[in-house]
């Protein structure tokens, strides 16, 4: 990636947007939540998602989150939904639940080791991968289907070979939009999209985007999800850890840079992580020219 912002920029068509959130742990940061969700409901972004916590650990939260986003919002909520701690009738009667509800989009993933395990170990009577789950899914009702992608191998990968041709199962078995794990090097999404599209796979695909906020945290992340940080990137944030405000700043700046090259070279969705913090990423939307309607500006002024 070589980090500039170009004059050229303005008129670049504006891209679509999705934004993630996950289920508070207390009623204070639940009520952070919903400010944040109140800030960025008027970017009209395509969709918002809501994560559901490792071993179904937060299944009651995220279901009453998009539960409300569904009934009280403009947004159109996506839910996670996990394979993992739970039988195939106990997933199927959650999603079914959504569909009563009137949510017609999941996001479809094998799930996280529950805590304590070294890997994923399935249900004995559950679902033991996407690709089950996203066939459960075609079986109850006609959901639009999201499901994870990873531009740098997974922890678990076998390598790329066996990565892709999961990935053309789990579009064979249903998905119809990949969304891909968080990344800092645009060179390594761009090299990702073109083997992926070389093996016939034509749903969308929407680069994951992360605003770092405090590296360090991102830093001890990363080296668990298996995703990179280059040199340049490291550099910006050097001598920042007690500078909350000049880091805002740099994050802000930075991930723009990386949005507007995807942009430059075709990209037309943007899905970003937002640790349910909507400044930054509001201000990176902005730059963007993704932005309120006039109406919508000054209802974002006064709350």
């Not at 390594?188 to 985007?209: A, E, T």
Request: a neutral charge.
């Amino acid at each position: 990636m070589t980090p500039s912002l170009k004059e050229t920029d303005s008129e670049l068509i504006l891209p679509a947007v999705s934004f993630e959130f996950f289920p508070p742990k207390t009623e204070s940061m639940l009520k952070d939540l919903w400010v944040a969700i109140r800030r960025l409901e008027p970017l009209r972004p395509k969709f918002v998602s809501v994560t559901y916590g490792a071993g179904g650990s937060t299944r009651t939260r995220t279901h009453a989150i998009v539960s409300q986003l569904q009934k009280e919002t403009q947004l159109s909520p996506a839910a996670h939904l996990t394979c993992v701690g739970s039988s195939i009738s106990e997933i199927n009667r959650v999603i079914r639940d959504y569909d009563e509800a009137g949510v017609q989009h999941i996001v479809a993933l094998r799930g996280d080791p529950v805590g304590g395990e070294a890997k994923f170990v399935p249900h004995p009577e559950g679902y033991k991968s996407a690709v089950e789950l996203v066939i459960g899914l075609r079986k109850i009702a006609d959901f639009e289907i999201s499901v994870s992608a990873y531009p740098e191998p997974h922890p678990d990968s076998r390598g790329f070979s066996s990565d892709l041709d999961y990935l053309k199962r789990k579009v064979d078995a249903g998905a119809t939009r990949l969304i891909t794990q968080y990344f800092f090097d645009n060179e390594v999404f761009f090299q990702f999209l073109d083997k992926v599209r070389g093996s016939g796979i034509d749903i969308p695909i929407v680069p994951g985007i992360l605003p770092v906020t405090n590296f360090r945290q991102v830093e001890k992340f990363s080296a668990m999800c298996g995703a990179s940080i280059p040199g340049w990137f490291r550099h910006r944030f050097e001598g920042l850890d007690g500078d909350p405000k000049t880091r805002q700043l740099v994050a802000a700046h930075t991930a723009a840079d990386q949005c507007f090259e995807l942009l430059r070279s075709g990209i037309k969705e943007l899905h970003f992580y937002t640790l349910n913090r909507a400044d930054l990423v509001f201000a990176i939307c902005h730059m963007l020219g993704v932005r309120p309607t006039a109406n919508d500006h000054n209802q974002v002024i006064q709350s």
